[in-house]
C-alpha cells in the first residue's frame, strides 16, 4: 500500500523559511516522479515543483524558482523542499505527489498523478 505522509507545514513571518518532507512507503523515490503541489482556498491546485525519476532533475514553477529547492534521499526514501523567502502568496496545502510515469509536458498536471499525501499547510504572515 502507497503512503506518502508530508510534514513540516507550520505559520511563518514573511521573509521566513520552512522545509517540508515528504515520507515514502510501498514506493521509491527513484522510481517515481515526485512532484509538489499547493492548493490555497477558492484556488486550484497548482504546480510547485517535481523532481524526476532516477536522473533527478528538478524543475519549479515560476512563482517559486530560486526560492524553493526540491532534493531527494534516496536512503531513507524521502523528498524534501526548502523553501526560503516565503511570500504571503505562498500560503496554501501542500501536496507530495508520485507517478511512476510521466511525459515531460505531464509533469506540472495535478491529475497526472496517482499518488498523494494528506497535505501540510503553510501559512505564510505578512
Known amino acids: 500500500q502507497v503512503q506518502l505522509v508530508e510534514s513540516g507545514g507550520g505559520l511563518v513571518q514573511a521573509g521566513g523559511s520552512l522545509r517540508l518532507s515528504c515520507a515514502a512507503s510501498g514506493l521509491t523515490v527513484t522510481t517515481n516522479n515526485m512532484g509538489w503541489f499547493r492548493q490555497a482556498p477558492g484556488k486550484e491546485r497548482e504546480f510547485v515543483a517535481v523532481?524526476?525519476?532516477?536522473?533527478?532533475?528538478?524543475y519549479y514553477a515560476d512563482s517559486v524558482k530560486g526560492r524553493f529547492t526540491l532534493s531527494r534521499d534516496n536512503a531513507k526514501n524521502t523528498v524534501a523542499l526548502q523553501m526560503n523567502s516565503l511570500k504571503p502568496e505562498d500560503t496554501a496545502i501542500y501536496y507530495c505527489a508520485a507517478e511512476p510515469t510521466l511525459r515531460f509536458w505531464e509533469m506540472r498536471r495535478s491529475d497526472r498523478y496517482d499518488y498523494w499525501g494528506q497535505g501540510t499547510q503553510v501559512t505564510v504572515s505578512s
Open positions: 523532481i524526476t525519476r532516477t536522473a533527478g532533475t528538478t
